[in-house]
């Protein structure tokens, strides 16, 4: 009787106890598991990034422009990174990846995490669109430098004419008021154009349109350069433009392939569309090139791998490769027919054809992706997968996103004319904005 009543006791004991921990093992089954694989993968695609903004784009770029002007967009460059990399942390990543206030949180987020706020080494982000953890430290991060080479892209339509004040300044309210508003709406669980469907794998609306709309605002409202369409304007350093170039596309792996936010095979599909699509492109400029002027010249080419790059940007890991090429051939062709013959129609001066390559080729590829994803293409698209419909939704994305940046940056472009000035005496414009705004030269002989 006795060892009965004892082991009754006992059952009963683990009974209770079991029920006690169900709640905390339900808890911990249900806490994400964070994948070493998938955090290095994180971390490595993070650095590549920056690799592409510091040094790429700024060598891309400050060859392109003349020699008194080439340190100007070195430290335009690297001075929009730095700042943008303490404005993110501070409160950018609140607003573009958490739940927004009432009615407008489809179109921006709150301050909950301002300041990092409740962001530990313990902490995981899942993403908020397929549940894959990872630490929250690695994927705001990695979320920073497509926050930081955005704007960074826009200074290249007005370069060598503009004060390098002014270019900090307009950064500052640019990622506040457009950039972060535009990320949350694409790529937050509860953004607008999110629940819309729209597809934007690695930033084809976020970073390429919005900053090529951006760029052609800024090179209408400055004007243009002084001896614009009279004076040789060549670049100074073609090699420069070519290191530039391939840093931008070996960095780029990391850009699209690193947005799948896991190393799997999706990550390596986008790393082979990430290679035939800009290689289709540059070949398809060079040999419209060849066709138009006679000759196939490197910037044509480099400039056509660009708009390769930009194009599948979207698509990366929701095209074929088959699909990423043929995306690649018509982003080749249409941006050279934007840089050379529509550019020149209109007369605006986008310096380093920053609306031409990122702009166009953005539209491309975000239009283009409905096409190119749908599953009988070879594409991954999910679900009864409707072309027509899934196009439809592509372009009302792109219109919102033109409309949002163009009228913004109008807006900002203004607000910075009336508060600092957006453009140098023509004394210090012919001098050169390295000795202007910093007092050095790119070359002393």
Same mark, same amino acid.
């Given at each position: 009787?006795?060892?009965?009543?004892?082991?009754?006791? &006992?059952?009963?004991?683990?009974?209770?106890?079991?029920?006690?921990?169900?709640?905390?093992?339900?808890?911990?089954?249900?806490?994400?598991?964070?994948?070493?694989?998938?955090?290095?993968?994180?971390?490595? /695609?993070?650095?590549?990034?920056?690799?592409?903004?510091?040094?790429?784009?700024?060598?891309?770029?400050?060859?392109?422009?003349?020699?008194?002007?080439?340190?100007?967009?070195? &430290?335009?460059?690297?001075?929009?990174?730095?700042?943008?990399?303490?404005? %993110?942390?501070?409160?950018?990543? /609140?607003?573009?990846?958490?739940?927004?206030?009432?009615?407008?949180?489809?179109?921006?987020?709150?301050?909950?995490?301002?300041?990092?706020?409740?962001?530990?080494?313990?902490?995981?982000?899942?993403?908020?669109?397929?549940?894959?953890?990872?630490?929250?430290?690695?994927?705001?991060?990695?979320?920073?430098?497509?926050?930081?080479?955005?704007?960074?892209?826009?200074?290249?339509?007005?370069?060598?004419?503009?004060?390098?004040?002014?270019?900090?300044?307009?950064?500052?309210? @640019?990622?506040?008021?457009?950039?972060?508003? #535009?990320?949350?709406?694409? %790529?937050?669980?509860?953004?607008?154009?999110?629940?819309?469907?729209?597809?934007?794998?690695?930033? =084809?609306?976020?970073?390429?349109?919005?900053?090529?709309?951006?760029?052609?605002?800024?090179?209408?409202?400055?004007?243009?350069?002084?001896?614009?369409?009279?004076?040789?304007?060549?670049?100074?350093?073609?090699?420069?433009?070519?290191?530039?170039?391939?840093?931008? @596309?070996?960095? @780029?792996?990391?850009?699209?392939?690193?947005?799948?936010?896991?190393?799997?095979?999706?990550?390596?599909?986008?790393?082979?569309?990430?290679?035939?699509?800009?290689?289709?492109?540059?070949?398809?400029?060079?040999?419209?090139?060849?066709? =138009?002027?006679?000759?196939?010249?490197?910037?044509?080419?480099?400039?056509?791998?660009?708009?390769?790059?930009?194009? #599948?940007?979207?698509?990366?890991?929701?095209?074929?490769?088959?699909? /990423?090429?043929?995306?690649?051939?018509?982003?080749?062709?249409?941006?050279?027919?934007?840089?050379?013959?529509?550019?020149?129609?209109?007369? !605006?001066?986008?310096?380093?054809?920053?609306?031409?390559?990122?702009?166009?080729?953005?539209?491309?590829?975000?239009?283009?992706?409905?096409?190119?994803?749908?599953?009988?293409?070879?594409?991954?698209?999910?679900? +009864?997968?409707?072309?027509?419909?899934?196009? %439809?939704?592509?372009?009302?994305?792109?219109? #919102?996103?033109?409309?949002?940046?163009? #009228?913004? /940056?109008?807006?900002?472009?203004?607000?910075?004319?009336?508060?600092?000035?957006?453009?140098?005496?023509? +004394?210090? +414009?012919?001098?050169?904005?390295?000795?202007?705004?910093?007092?050095?030269?790119? !070359?002393? !002989?």
């Amino acid at each position: 009787m006795n060892l009965r009543h004892r082991v009754t006791t &006992t059952l009963r004991g683990l009974a209770l106890s079991l029920v006690a921990l169900s709640p905390a093992l339900a808890e911990e089954a249900a806490a994400p598991t964070v994948n070493k694989g998938d955090t290095t993968w994180m971390l490595v /695609s993070t650095i590549l990034v920056i690799l592409m903004t510091i040094p790429g784009l700024a060598l891309f770029y400050g060859g392109l422009v003349r020699t008194k002007n080439m340190l100007s967009l070195l &430290t335009q460059v690297l001075a929009i990174f730095s700042l943008v990399a303490i404005i %993110w942390v501070f409160y950018g990543y /609140s607003l573009a990846f958490t739940a927004g206030p009432g009615g407008i949180g489809a179109f921006i987020g709150g301050f909950s995490k301002a300041f990092l706020a409740g962001v530990t080494t313990e902490t995981t982000s899942d993403t908020f669109t397929k549940g894959v953890a990872i630490p929250e430290f690695a994927f705001l991060a990695f979320q920073l430098t497509f926050a930081a080479i955005t704007p960074s892209l826009i200074v290249g339509a007005f370069a060598e004419r503009i004060k390098f004040g002014a270019v900090l300044l307009f950064t500052a309210l @640019w990622a506040t008021f457009v950039y972060f508003p #535009i990320a949350h709406m694409v %790529w937050f669980s509860e953004g607008y154009l999110f629940g819309l469907g729209a597809l934007d794998f690695a930033g =084809g609306t976020v970073v390429h349109i919005n900053s090529g709309v951006a760029g052609l605002i800024g090179a209408l409202l400055i004007g243009k350069r002084i001896g614009y369409g009279k004076d040789l304007l060549a670049p100074h350093a073609l090699t420069l433009t070519f290191v530039g170039a391939c840093l931008l @596309w070996v960095g @780029w792996f990391g850009f699209n392939a690193g947005s799948n936010l896991e190393a799997t095979g999706t990550a390596a599909l986008a790393v082979i569309n990430t290679i035939v699509a800009p290689a289709a492109a540059g070949l398809a400029w060079m040999g419209a090139e060849a066709f =138009g002027k006679g000759k196939a010249s490197l910037l044509g080419l480099a400039s056509g791998v660009v708009a390769g790059l930009v194009a #599948i940007t979207p698509a990366a890991g929701l095209a074929g490769p088959m699909g /990423s090429i043929v995306l690649g051939l018509v982003a080749g062709v249409v941006c050279y027919i934007a840089v050379t013959s529509v550019k020149n129609a209109l007369g !605006y001066d986008d310096a380093l054809d920053v609306f031409g390559i990122h702009g166009v080729g953005g539209i491309v590829g975000a239009i283009g992706t409905g096409i190119v994803a749908a599953p009988s293409l070879g594409g991954l698209g999910a679900g +009864e997968y409707s072309i027509s419909g899934q196009v %439809w939704t592509q372009v009302i994305a792109v219109v #919102i996103t033109i409309a949002w940046t163009g #009228i913004g /940056s109008a807006i900002l472009f203004k607000i910075v004319d009336a508060v600092v000035g957006l453009r140098p005496k023509q +004394e210090a +414009e012919r001098e050169g904005l390295d000795l202007a705004d910093h007092g050095e030269r790119a !070359y002393n !002989y």
